[in-house]
């Protein structure tokens, strides 16, 4: 849903709990907020509490998705509950040029800003990657497809097809339609006019491997074109990819290597033994691992054997595939590192 705009005055939530399940009881003092609601001039008349039922019927929680983490908000009042990583917190409006901002009082780290159906969420001075529902077109956005090949871009505001031979045909574009895990985009009209309509799926382009988090399908003078669209990073953020194999060999549970790929092109995790760090970057049709360095702690001769597998292979890395949306698989001349999302 669009974020509604903040407003000036606040509330106070006493308690919660948000599990789905469990009705809690909130204590909202009308038009103050925290400890200045206990806080009145000797003889002044006490603030009135209104006591409110929550649960999830009453107050249901909306879910985007910051690429693979989920976040689900609420609006209690004019306060939002944001749950991330089963942790809840009540975040309260904020200043803001545009959109809609909350901040969790006493903790600027954790914020909320709303525009428009996608939203900018920072838990605990982490940044998520850009939050939005399934299937939404996020731009700058681009689908592709071959036989014949075809590509369009979003902008926000336009649509541009670009065909061989052909100049590219810039329209203005819309949102036409949206779905539990998909959109539809309609841009310019009569013979000109063209239909991408997409859907959260695992989607490998047919020429260059390439992994997608969208199908796209196109329909365009009397035309309909299947291919892919969508930024592949989505795939790999907002997840901790636990590696299960290193060159066919199993990884015993408990030391095992994991992987993060965060906004802005960094990579971190852990070797089994140490913490890494570095930058990664996806190619047409694979991905570069750089600039990979690690603290020195001393481990076991196994694990430090691990570790010197691991990282050899790591910045190798020249090709990705996934196996399923859970299963990933990073290339490298010596073999692959096979990893499972957690």
Not at 4 to 13: D, L, P, Y
Not at 186 to 208: P, Q, R
Not at 279 to 308: P, V
Request: aromatic share 8%; with cysteine.
């Amino acid at each position: 849903m669009p974020f509604k705009n903040a407003r000036s005055h606040s509330s106070t939530k006493e308690s919660t709990d948000h599990s789905f399940a469990l009705k809690i009881a909130i204590a909202l003092f009308v038009g103050v907020f925290g400890q200045a609601a206990f806080a009145t001039p000797a003889g002044a008349p006490q603030p009135a509490l209104r006591v409110t039922e929550i649960s999830q019927t009453t107050h249901p929680f909306e879910t985007l998705y910051c690429a693979r983490q989920p976040a689900q908000y609420r609006f209690l009042g004019d306060a939002l509950e944001l749950v991330v990583n089963n942790e809840s917190r009540i975040l309260m409006p904020a200043m803001a040029a545009s959109g809609a901002r909350y901040v969790a009082p006493g903790d600027p780290t954790t914020e909320f800003w709303g525009k428009g159906a996608l939203a900018n969420v920072t838990w605990s001075d982490q940044a998520l990657p850009v939050c939005a529902p399934a299937g939404t077109l996020i731009p700058p956005y681009k689908a592709s497809g071959n036989e014949p090949f075809w590509s369009l871009a979003f902008d926000g505001w336009d649509a541009t097809l670009t065909q061989p031979g052909k100049a590219p045909l810039t329209q203005n574009a819309q949102i036409s339609d949206t779905r539990t895990k998909g959109q539809t985009l309609v841009a310019g009209s009569g013979a000109n006019m063209l239909k991408l309509t997409v859907e959260e799926a695992l989607c490998v382009d047919t020429m260059s491997g390439m992994s997608y988090p969208q199908h796209a399908e196109l329909q365009y003078q009397s035309n309909t074109w299947q291919g892919c669209g969508g930024d592949p990073n989505r795939l790999l953020q907002g997840v901790t990819w636990r590696v299960a194999q290193l060159n066919g060999h199993e990884i015993n549970a408990q030391t095992r290597p994991e992987i993060h790929f965060m906004p802005n092109n960094r990579i971190a995790g852990s070797t089994g033994c140490n913490r890494f760090f570095g930058e990664y970057a996806l190619t047409g049709e694979g991905m570069q691992i750089k600039g990979l360095g690690s603290t020195r702690m001393a481990c076991s001769e196994k694990l430090m054997t691990q570790e010197h597998t691991f990282l050899g292979q790591l910045k190798d890395v020249n090709g990705i595939s996934f196996d399923t949306v859970d299963t990933l698989i990073l290339n490298t001349p010596e073999g692959e590192i096979r990893a499972t999302a957690n």
